[in-house]
């Protein structure tokens, strides 16, 4: 079952901040997050572990919920080049070798 | 430092026709993956291999047919293709299935299907 993002899209302005949610149903080993400009390939931008601290990369970090089975990737002080729309990957109990990716959250970022 | 390659980039062909998609990775990963991405959808996996000669189906493998007859190499073939196969597909890998192991995705085909 695909976890639910939210929101579907996001407009900012430079230097305001957004967060993005990810939950799931089932229990999960990890969750994963992507970022995607239109037009490329899913970029990686950090894994967050069952068990594990919250990540951080450059002014993005994220956060995992074990009891609510939810992730949240944090933009801060977001900047043009944060544009594009970010995917949640989960691993959970019975798809273990199989990344289930959200529908995905637009983010546009304007000057 | 190539990663992920993805042959062919574009493609039209007409319903019936068929064709195969090839994904190399030169990173030595054991897992490799098939996605179709639609409008709206997210990411779907078609197929996946956890290694050389093995194949697995994942959420959407219905008209799609693939091998990993070498590690390096995951081929996606379309028998008799479908308007409804109009869609990107990205292939992707990675070294294991461990939680902590990120994907590398390649930089699709886009495929489309008169």
């Known amino acids: 079952q695909q976890p639910v993002q939210s929101p579907q899209a996001v407009i900012l302005r430079e230097g305001e901040d957004a967060v993005i949610n990810c939950s799931s149903s089932?229990?999960?080993?990890?969750v994963h997050w992507y970022r995607q400009k239109h037009g490329e390939a899913p970029v990686f931008l950090m894994i967050?572990?069952?068990?594990?601290e919250q990540k951080g990369h450059e002014k993005i970090s994220a956060s995992f919920n074990e009891k609510k089975q939810q992730s949240s990737l944090y933009l801060t002080a977001s900047q043009l080049s944060y544009s594009g729309t970010y995917f949640c990957?989960?691993?959970?109990?019975?798809?273990?070798?199989?990344?289930?990716f959200g529908s995905g959250t637009q983010l546009t970022v304007l000057p | 430092n190539a990663g992920v390659t993805q042959t062919p980039k574009f493609r039209v062909l007409k319903t019936g026709q068929s064709m195969t998609l090839l994904c190399a990775q030169d990173?030595?990963?054991?897992?490799m993956y098939w996605y179709r991405q639609d409008p709206g959808m997210g990411l779907r996996l078609i197929h996946y291999?956890?290694?050389?000669?093995?194949?697995a189906k994942g959420e959407v493998p219905d008209g799609y047919n693939v091998s990993r007859l070498k590690k390096q190499n995951f081929l996606l073939g379309l028998e008799s293709a479908a308007p409804s196969q109009t869609s990107v597909y990205f292939c992707?890998?990675?070294?294991?299935?461990?939680?902590?192991?990120?994907?590398?995705f390649g930089d699709g085909t886009r495929l489309s299907i008169l």
């Open positions: 089932k229990a999960l080993y990890s």
């Open positions: 992707a890998s990675t070294r294991t299935a461990y939680s902590n192991q990120p994907q590398h």
């Open positions: 291999s956890v290694g050389e000669g093995t194949t």
């Open positions: 990173m030595n990963h054991e897992y």
């Open positions: 990957g989960t691993l959970s109990s019975g798809s273990a070798r199989q990344l289930t």
């Open positions: 967050l572990l069952k068990g594990g």
